[in-house]
């Protein structure tokens, strides 16, 4: 064989080796990727020929199938109340795939789990029509109701988030403007572009879940970080701090001011107590000053404020301090401003880890996983993460916190004959535009039993440090109420 030849020969040998290796590395080691890849519609077309399991919230399916005989795709998806919980079940759509749990839970739902393995045997042999497996979610009734009743009517862009300050259970979860998965999931192609477009067009994009997926400026929600630093250096809530009409922030010609240029104390020393009831702005600028960075920064990244994203299994986007570079920037972040940003969930989970005593516990949306026939392959058990803060320092905070409700910024928040403990917090945006309005807290302040956060996207008129108390704690006061069935108005 001549020089030419055998290169020829060697070169196809190459190549067909490559092929060998390239099918093997599709068909074995990508195999699961591509199968899992919510753009395959081959493996979407499969999944319609099987009746997909329910997506359940106590004992009840929000999200199911029923059967279709009389067109192509064998069964169609539905969603009770769709728009109430779409940000936890989000949709599942011949053309646009899955979101929210129906993508997360999705091996689960559509059969093809390896916990469902023994199943889909006995169905091969028993020639019983295959079904997916269910997830029963940990949202509780009343209180999402109660959040999306409150949140739309107000017609505010924003979010809701209640936990169980036991065990980090995610009992309500909303955003607005919110969309209607049923609307993405049908048999019309057209209509579902339709709709699809409606959602482009939208100035608010309601597929984005505000309470996960985007953080926002905290206001003086934050300033319970500072008070619980504050604490652990042996500042008791009685103890006396700067409280300044006016603060001239180190090596910066900037100045932090209270709401409206009013004073704190008279312009003397207040207690740290009357400086949270009231939120006073220069009084925690100037503590997170005198605490100093690492001091905030460690007790943030305990509460979870660490720039880590993580999934319960939705995705939840990082909360931040962002970069603090000088005296004057640790000043501004402490009252929640400058580049400090909170997820709503976040902000929830942290008055949930005060209210439970300092323990923090990791939030989850999935209670259980089911086979076809209700048989329970693995309840979800509370990840508790560390203990944030020490008991004493979680009941001191409490204290302050059920005097901000009671006697300061935060008294839309009471209801009668339960004691609540919360904190407000409005947060400058940019000029010209209305702030953003929070309130986060937690009832029954002693044994509290749900916790609350609630972001109102410029849902202020004003710079009002009561703006929060305003827009916010009302719907917060509304959730716990229904949660905790006080019936109150």
């Given amino acids: 064989?001549?020089?030419?030849?055998?290169?020829?020969?060697?070169?196809?040998?190459?190549?067909?080796?490559?092929?060998?290796?390239?099918?093997?590395?599709?068909?074995?080691?990508?195999?699961?990727?591509?199968?899992?890849?919510?753009?395959?519609?081959?493996?979407?077309?499969?999944?319609?020929?099987?009746?997909?399991?329910?997506?359940?919230?106590?004992?009840?399916?929000?999200?199911?199938?029923?059967?279709?005989?009389?067109?192509?795709?064998?069964?169609?998806?539905?969603?009770?109340?769709?728009?109430?919980?779409?940000?936890?079940?989000?949709?599942?759509?011949?053309?646009?795939?899955?979101?929210?749990?129906?993508?997360?839970?999705?091996?689960?739902?559509?059969?093809?789990?390896?916990?469902?393995?023994?199943?889909?045997?006995?169905?091969?042999?028993?020639?019983?029509?295959?079904?997916?497996?269910?997830?029963?979610?940990?949202?509780?009734?009343?209180?999402?109701?109660?959040?999306?009743?409150?949140?739309?009517?107000?017609?505010?862009?924003?979010?809701?988030?209640?936990?169980?300050?036991?065990?980090?259970?995610?009992?309500?979860?909303?955003?607005?403007?919110?969309?209607?998965?049923?609307?993405?999931?049908?048999?019309?192609?057209?209509?579902?572009?339709?709709?699809?477009?409606?959602?482009?067009?939208?100035?608010?994009?309601?597929?984005?879940?505000?309470?996960?997926?985007?953080?926002?400026?905290?206001?003086?929600?934050?300033?319970?970080?500072?008070?619980?630093?504050?604490?652990?250096?042996?500042?008791?809530?009685?103890?006396?701090?700067?409280?300044?009409?006016?603060?001239?922030?180190?090596?910066?010609?900037?100045?932090?001011?209270?709401?409206?240029?009013?004073?704190?104390?008279g312009g003397a020393d207040d207690t740290l107590l009357h400086a949270l009831t009231i939120s006073c702005n220069t009084a925690f600028a100037q503590l997170g000053i005198d605490l100093g960075e690492s001091k905030i920064r460690d007790v943030a990244e305990r509460f979870g404020i660490d720039d880590e994203g993580y999934e319960m299994p939705l995705p939840v986007a990082q909360s931040t301090l962002g970069d603090i570079e000088s005296a004057a920037a640790v000043g501004q972040s402490s009252i929640g401003q400058r580049d400090v940003r909170l997820t709503p969930i976040e902000a929830a989970n942290i008055v949930a880890t005060i209210g439970n005593g300092g323990t923090l516990y990791q939030p989850y949306l999935v209670a259980e996983r089911q086979e076809p026939d209700l048989t329970v392959i693995d309840d979800v058990e509370p990840t508790e993460i560390r203990q944030a803060i020490s008991s004493d320092v979680a009941a001191a905070l409490t204290e302050m916190m059920v005097s901000v409700v009671e006697n300061g910024t935060g008294q839309n928040a009471r209801i009668d004959g339960v004691e609540v403990a919360g904190k407000t917090g409005t947060a400058e945006v940019d000029e010209g535009i209305a702030p953003h309005a929070w309130f986060a807290g937690f009832a029954p302040a002693e044994n509290p039993q749900i916790a609350v956060a609630v972001f109102i996207a410029n849902g202020g008129d004003s710079g009002s440090e009561t703006t929060g108390g305003r827009a916010a704690a009302p719907i917060a006061r509304a959730v716990m109420e229904a949660f905790l069935g006080t019936g109150g108005g």
């Fill in 1 to 265: 064989m001549n020089k030419p030849v055998r290169r020829v020969a060697i070169a196809m040998l190459v190549l067909f080796a490559l092929l060998v290796l390239n099918a093997n590395y599709i068909q074995v080691v990508k195999a699961a990727d591509y199968q899992a890849d919510p753009g395959n519609t081959r493996v979407l077309l499969e999944e319609y020929e099987r009746q997909r399991g329910s997506i359940v919230v106590d004992g009840r399916a929000v999200a199911s199938s029923s059967a279709t005989p009389d067109e192509r795709l064998e069964f169609l998806r539905t969603y009770a109340n769709g728009p109430m919980y779409a940000q936890s079940t989000g949709y599942y759509s011949l053309i646009y795939s899955t979101a929210g749990i129906e993508r997360a839970e999705n091996d689960l739902l559509s059969g093809n789990s390896d916990s469902l393995f023994v199943r889909r045997l006995t169905d091969l042999f028993s020639g019983r029509e295959p079904k997916g497996g269910n997830v029963e979610l940990t949202l509780n009734p009343r209180a999402q109701t109660a959040a999306y009743t409150a949140l739309t009517e107000s017609g505010a862009t924003g979010a809701v988030v209640a936990l169980d300050p036991q065990t980090g259970a995610i009992l309500a979860m909303v955003s607005t403007p919110t969309y209607d998965p049923n609307l993405l999931s049908s048999h019309d192609p057209q209509a579902i572009r339709d709709y699809a477009q409606t959602l482009d067009d939208a100035e608010v994009d309601p597929r984005l879940n505000r309470a996960t997926q985007d953080n926002f400026p905290p206001g003086s929600v934050f300033k319970v970080i500072i008070a619980a630093a504050a604490l652990e250096e042996g500042i008791d809530p009685d103890s006396m701090i700067p409280a300044p009409d006016v603060l001239d922030l180190p090596q910066s010609s900037a100045t932090i001011r209270n709401f409206g240029g009013e004073s704190c104390n």
